[in-house]
């Protein structure tokens, strides 16, 4: 039976990962610090071959008995988490990855590192392929998240050529779906809440900017795939599917039914203006990968994990 630790493992991804695995008949050790995971989004594993153990990557990782494979996806993720949270992002980006990795190296497990499509910045190229080398501003207010993250790439690079490390790096584009945290600050989880409730929806700037949204486990399924494959240099994972903001606001009026008004605020600095992943590479390496789950149907799914939770708060 492989043994699997999956950091930031009651998080949103990291709690679906950890399912997936144990369905793959894993052992599966889960690490969060909690200060954006939740033990509800793993409540529900009764399993003997699951833990969970509280622990900040950010500090010396030691974990009993053998490891086959380190899935590091510890960090805050939305924009409202890293702008209150710039130091802990800079350094679970950082001293997060050395410590995983270098859990990796003396287990001699396999690594894959949480990336995201934030490494490519407001880019310049689109849709958005894995040689770009992205338009990033690094001392802008999004540069923890994006500079952290940019860092996590270029060490585990470094362990995999000097040390001889098994690592993968999987660059995730917009993903959404049931476990998100109501008040993330992400535009799914938002807009969801707000048309639940009756409120406006909150656009920022014009809404022409663009995202691409990928159903969680059309994610899940690339990065497994790509842990599993012989890939070692980035890859994204992501639906091409491209929309704008304000038609994505007006999709969700329509899926919630929902009688809300659109209100527009200011663009935040450095938001990117365009996000479309370009999947060439990972259809070719991936076994044929492609997202299966479209907008109607993974908007209800969320919808519905969403609907009690707002009417509970």
Aim: hydrophobic share 35%.
């Amino acid at each position: 039976m492989p043994r699997t630790l999956v950091t930031g493992g009651a998080g949103f991804l990291g709690s679906h990962l950890c399912d997936a695995l144990l369905e793959r008949g894993h052992e599966v050790v889960a690490m969060d610090n909690l200060i954006t995971g939740s033990v509800e989004n793993i409540e529900h594993i009764r399993n003997k071959n699951f833990s969970f153990i509280k622990h900040d990557v950010t500090n010396y990782i030691y974990l009993a008995g053998s490891l086959d494979y380190i899935l590091h996806f510890a960090s805050p993720a939305s924009p409202v988490d890293y702008l209150e949270k710039p130091i802990p992002t800079l350094k679970v980006g950082s001293l997060g990855t050395h410590n995983a990795l270098g859990l990796a190296k003396e287990k001699r497990a396999r690594f894959i590192l949480a990336s995201t499509s934030e490494v490519y910045g407001d880019p310049l190229i689109h849709p958005q392929p894995e040689t770009y080398w992205g338009n990033v501003n690094p001392i802008g207010p999004r540069g923890v998240y994006d500079e952290a993250k940019r860092f996590a790439e270029a060490i585990t690079m470094a362990y995999q050529r000097y040390h001889g490390m098994e690592t993968r790096i999987v660059r995730i584009f917009n993903t959404y779906g049931p476990r998100m945290r109501l008040r993330d600050g992400r535009v799914v989880p938002a807009f969801i809440s707000q048309a639940l409730r009756g409120e406006p929806l909150t656009v920022f700037g014009d809404g022409s900017q663009t995202r691409s949204f990928c159903y969680v486990s059309d994610l899940v399924d690339g990065i497994l795939r790509l842990l599993f494959s012989d890939e070692n240099e980035p890859t994204n994972i992501g639906n091409p599917a491209e929309m704008t903001i304000l038609q994505f606001a007006e999709a969700i009026l329509k899926y919630t039914n929902s009688k809300s008004e659109i209100v527009r605020r200011p663009l935040p600095t450095d938001d990117p203006k365009q996000r479309r992943p370009d999947i060439a590479k990972a259809q070719r390496v991936l076994d044929g990968w492609a997202p299966k789950v479209d907008l109607e149907h993974g908007i209800a799914k969320t919808v519905d994990y969403f609907r009690d939770r707002v009417i509970s708060t």
